[in-house]
């Protein structure tokens, strides 16, 4: 039963995000980002497992940001540091749908997600063990954020 309340759940939330961001940007989402986001957030409630690389099994936090790229036909570094290093820089705060958001939550730690519309990021979490959206503004996030960076357009 649970399998399937997740799924629903992440049906809902794509259908939403979809349609907010045709709404709200007005020029809706397609082609690579939409396949990074939509395969990003295929895989919420998916465990969390440290080096994980294993759709639907279990990720980290850079194994489901390669996962979503490669569904989207493009080619990243399989971890968060190498991803921080080569992506292209977004300037401003304002990360796009599809854009890798960069967090440093320790000495030498690093932390990514996927902007899957204005305010929210998916990722996988260590606390929650497991992939789940997080708003960017919030106090915890908005301490550690490092900046945003793209593989896109």
Request: glycine share 14%; charged share 20%; net charge neutral.
């Amino acid at each position: 039963m649970r399998l399937w309340q997740d799924g629903f759940v992440c049906i809902l939330l794509v259908s939403g995000i979809l349609s907010g961001c045709a709404t709200q940007r007005g020029d809706g989402l397609e082609g690579p980002r939409a396949d990074v986001v939509l395969a990003g957030l295929s895989q919420v409630g998916t465990p969390y497992v440290y080096g994980g690389n294993s759709p639907g099994e279990g990720l980290d936090c850079s194994g489901l940001t390669y996962y979503a790229h490669h569904v989207a036909g493009v080619q990243i570094p399989r971890v968060s540091t190498e991803q921080l290093r080569t992506a292209k820089p977004v300037p401003g705060r304002q990360p796009r749908p599809g854009d890798i958001v960069f967090f440093r939550i320790a000495p030498g730690e690093h932390h990514v997600g996927l902007m899957v519309d204005d305010e929210r990021f998916v990722h996988a979490s260590t606390s929650r063990r497991q992939v789940r959206l997080d708003r960017l503004a919030t106090p915890y996030w908005q301490a550690r954020y490092l900046g945003a960076g793209t593989y896109l357009d």
